[in-house]
C-alpha cells in the first residue's frame, strides 16, 4: 500500500484555525497549536454565551420595566400581575423600550395593571 502524505491538508487546516485565531494576542494568533487551543476555548466561550444572552437581556428588561413601574406607584410583580389578570399581552422586551422611549404610554399600561389588582 502507497504512502500517504499529508500534502496541502494541514496547510489548509492550520490556515483555518490561524485565521480564525487572527486578533487574538501573541503567538496565539502566530503559533498553530496555542492557536487551536484559542480557537477551540473561543467557541466553547461563543456557545455559552449565545445561551447568557437571552438571560441576561431579560434580566436587563425585569430591571427597566421593575424602575418604570415603580415611578408610577407599583412594583415589577405587581404590574405583570395586574397584565395577566386584564389579559393584556405585551413581551417584556416591549413594555421595557415602552418604559424607555414612552413613558406616557408605560404609565397608562401601569394604570391598567393597578386598577385590575385593585378590583
Known amino acids: 500500500m502507497a504512502r500517504v502524505k499529508t500534502g496541502y491538508?494541514?496547510?489548509?487546516r492550520?490556515?483555518?484555525?490561524?485565521?480564525?485565531a487572527k486578533g487574538a494576542?501573541?503567538?496565539r494568533h502566530r503559533l498553530f497549536k496555542s492557536a487551536a487551543e484559542t480557537?477551540?476555548?473561543?467557541?466553547a466561550f461563543a456557545w455559552r454565551d449565545r445561551r447568557r444572552r437571552k438571560r441576561d437581556f431579560r434580566r436587563l428588561w425585569n430591571a427597566?420595566?421593575?424602575a418604570a413601574a415603580r415611578a408610577n406607584g407599583t412594583n415589577y410583580s405587581r404590574l405583570i400581575g395586574g397584565l395577566k389578570k386584564a389579559g393584556v399581552e405585551i413581551n417584556r422586551k416591549m413594555?421595557?423600550?415602552m418604559a424607555?422611549?414612552?413613558?406616557?404610554?408605560?404609565a397608562s399600561v401601569a394604570e391598567?395593571?393597578?386598577?385590575?389588582?385593585s378590583a
Open 9 to 12: 491538508v494541514r496547510r489548509r
Open 100 to 106: 424607555m422611549e414612552d413613558p406616557e404610554a408605560f
Open 64 to 66: 427597566r420595566i421593575n
Open 39 to 43: 480557537v477551540v476555548r473561543a467557541g
Open 25 to 27: 494576542w501573541g503567538g
Open 95 to 97: 413594555l421595557a423600550k
Open 112 to 117: 391598567i395593571a393597578k386598577q385590575e389588582m
Open 14 to 20: 492550520h490556515k483555518k484555525i490561524l485565521k480564525a
